[in-house]
């Protein structure tokens, strides 16, 4: 079994936040791969499905991002999922907008839910999905932008949500390149 959890915060007034995309992926490939209703476990909303042939545990810490090891944590040793097999999607500063990059370890890169991830698991050696939302230019406004509202002008988010539900099975087999090869056709001319 896979575990994918998705960064955000859960108040339903930011639930179309930049800093929520993780959320609106596993949102978006629940519902293409007809995942179970969420329910509430290990402090988040969990769901299950296949994604081609394999089980993944979405989840969605409820902790607010800050606290996202709360819930990754238990849910991993629950399920007895290494960090290997554990897939974080998470928006990221340093993409351009609709750029999607796969990685496994590394730093925090300044994403407290990432940081908090790696504090509650004891290594950084999990995966990401990092999803572009671009940077505001400068330092100052990081915070506004990440906690602000996607604009009209985003028109590229839905496309790329669909495009990662729709190439998610390349990921859960490990075809990270191709995953990331797949996401980028499917969304090349709505950038």
């Not at 909303?45 to 394999?54: F, N």
């Not at 810490?61 to 097999?85: C, L, R, W």
């Not at 993409?95 to 407290?112: E, F, I, M, S, T």
């Amino acid at each position: 079994m896979l575990l994918w959890v998705g960064l955000g915060n859960p108040e339903p007034a930011q639930a179309r936040h930049r800093h929520n995309i993780g959320f609106m992926a596993l949102d978006a490939i629940a519902r293409r791969h007809g995942f179970s209703p969420w329910r509430q476990r290990h402090k988040g909303l969990v769901a299950e499905g296949m994604v081609g042939r394999q089980k993944v545990l979405a989840l969605k810490p409820q902790t607010y991002m800050n606290g996202s090891g709360e819930s990754v944590q238990p849910a991993a040793a629950f399920h007895k999922i290494p960090p290997g097999d554990i897939w974080a999607f998470h928006d990221e500063l340093d993409l351009a907008p609709g750029k999607v990059r796969v990685k496994q370890g590394g730093g925090a890169a300044g994403h407290n839910g990432l940081r908090d991830i790696q504090r509650a698991l004891g290594t950084p050696e999990f995966w990401r999905v990092r999803l572009g939302i671009g940077h505001p230019g400068h330092k100052d406004r990081v915070h506004g932008h990440v906690l602000g509202n996607f604009a009209k002008v985003d028109t590229w988010v839905e496309p790329l949500l669909d495009a990662v539900a729709e190439a998610a099975p390349l990921l859960a087999e490990g075809r990270h390149e191709e995953f990331m090869t797949r996401v980028a056709l499917l969304t090349q001319e709505t950038r």
